[in-house]
């Protein structure tokens, strides 16, 4: 017995007394183009009675490996992470590529999990935003042996993967010149806590420590940082600049002869002016401030923030450049041996001199304390 033919779009059109191309366009909700209501009605009940079944659409399993580029961030409150994502997203979106955005808020728990999620969701590339934490260092190892992994880092770790790299030490001391070439000698330095997992705030301090010490001036720099709970809790808006704020809070209760404090990035930086304000201490009048990473508020007018720009969006930019390259590598073989190719990419970072910073004030050291 033969087999049952094969109901067509054409036997349907035959049946509706229409076209072959307005019954596909019908059937396949094509909303752009419109019929009147009794051609649609004409098309499908044709269709039914003639048990007409739509094909499925092929789906290509490669489409989203092909497309999909996960970024590990550690805190989307402070701008400078936000930063290095438009640099990412800006050239992303030029190739085609989407993201996914995993925000670890610096939880083991959360950055294991979305390590585990990289299986199921098949990336061409993955990029890190920060160095990964120690006990996950194999597994992005691991993962950069399939895929192509690059990560935004201190210049002083060591991976085995593609690096945009930052000297920390470099920033300190960049800061710690400045001052010391304007006259300042009693300095604090505001940070995060500093602990082990977060070797680049550490590099950072210590670049700074360094050219006060090599003045001979190193036991005049208070460093105060934050408890090393603040990184366990859940990164909330205003976290960086409650460490400035609070902790200049403590410093100027403890401290009545700095002239100059400095926050590890500008979010700090920018708690360190309120507390300022607050206590009626004019900048930099009275006390000079400084930050680090040139984000998009230093440079407004109310802030004029002294600052660090060591080019941020450009290193979003590049580490999806340095993705991008190495799918083209694999994609195009001109020979037998898969090539293996390392990236490192610096740029030098400037300073950047707005109204925070000045001269010290002549007779700072006798400046009453303020109830």
Same mark, same amino acid.
């Given at each position: 017995?033969? @087999?049952?033919?094969?109901? &067509?779009?054409?036997?349907?059109? !035959? ?7 307005? $019954?596909?366009?019908?059937?396949? !909700? ?10 649609? !009605?004409? $098309? ?8 007409? $079944? /739509? ?12 497309? /999909? ?55 061409? =590339? ?23 992994? #690059? ?55 210590? =670049? ?7 003045? =001979?001036? !190193?036991?005049? #720099? +208070? ?6 709970? +603040? ?39 920018? =708690? ?12 930099? @009048?009275? $006390? ?7 984000? /998009? ?39 037998? #041996? ?17 109204? &925070? ?15």
């Amino acid at each position: 017995m033969a @087999g049952k033919k094969k109901v &067509t779009s054409t036997d349907i059109a !035959r049946a509706a007394g229409v076209s072959q191309a307005t $019954v596909s366009m019908v059937l396949n !909700r094509k909303y752009n183009v419109s019929f009147s209501k009794e051609t649609v !009605r004409k $098309v499908e009940e044709a269709a039914k009675e003639l048990g007409y $079944v /739509l094909p499925k659409r092929k789906v290509r399993k490669e489409s989203r490996r092909e497309k /999909l580029l996960v970024v590990f961030c550690s805190n989307l409150t402070n701008p400078y992470y936000v930063m290095l994502l438009q640099g990412i997203e800006l050239r992303a979106k030029e190739q085609g590529y989407g993201l996914f955005v995993c925000n670890t808020q610096r939880d083991l728990r959360m950055e294991e999990r979305y390590l585990k999620m990289m299986n199921e969701l098949h990336p061409v =590339g993955i990029i890190y935003t920060c160095n990964p934490s120690h006990c996950f260092m194999d597994t992005v190892e691991k993962l950069a042996e399939e895929i192509p992994v #690059v990560i935004v880092n201190n210049q002083n770790e060591h991976l085995n993967v593609d690096a945009v790299e930052l000297d920390n030490s470099k920033l300190g001391r960049i800061m710690a010149r400045h001052l010391l070439e304007l006259g300042h000698r009693k300095v604090a330095y505001i940070a995060p806590p500093l602990t082990v997992r977060q070797k680049q705030r550490s590099k950072r301090v210590e =670049g700074f420590l360094k050219e006060f010490e090599k003045a =001979g001036l !190193r036991d005049q #720099v +208070i460093i105060k940082a934050a408890d090393e709970e +603040i990184d366990l809790d859940i990164a909330h808006i205003d976290s960086e600049y409650k460490i400035g704020y609070d902790l200049t809070k403590e410093l100027l209760a403890e401290q009545q002869d700095v002239t100059a404090i400095v926050g590890l990035n500008d979010m700090i930086a920018f =708690g360190i002016l309120d507390a300022l304000q607050e206590a009626k201490l004019k900048v930099p @009048g009275d $006390v000079s401030v400084m930050g680090c990473d040139n984000t /998009l508020f230093a440079s407004m007018h109310k802030m004029s923030l002294t600052t660090i720009e060591h080019f941020v969006i450009f290193k979003g930019r590049d580490a999806c450049d340095i993705i991008m390259k190495k799918i083209d590598s694999r994609r195009e073989k001109y020979t037998d #041996v898969e090539p293996i190719s390392t990236y490192h990419v610096e740029y030098e970072p400037r300073l950047i001199v707005r109204g &925070t910073t000045s001269y010290p004030k002549s007779g700072t050291k006798s400046r009453k304390k303020k109830n």
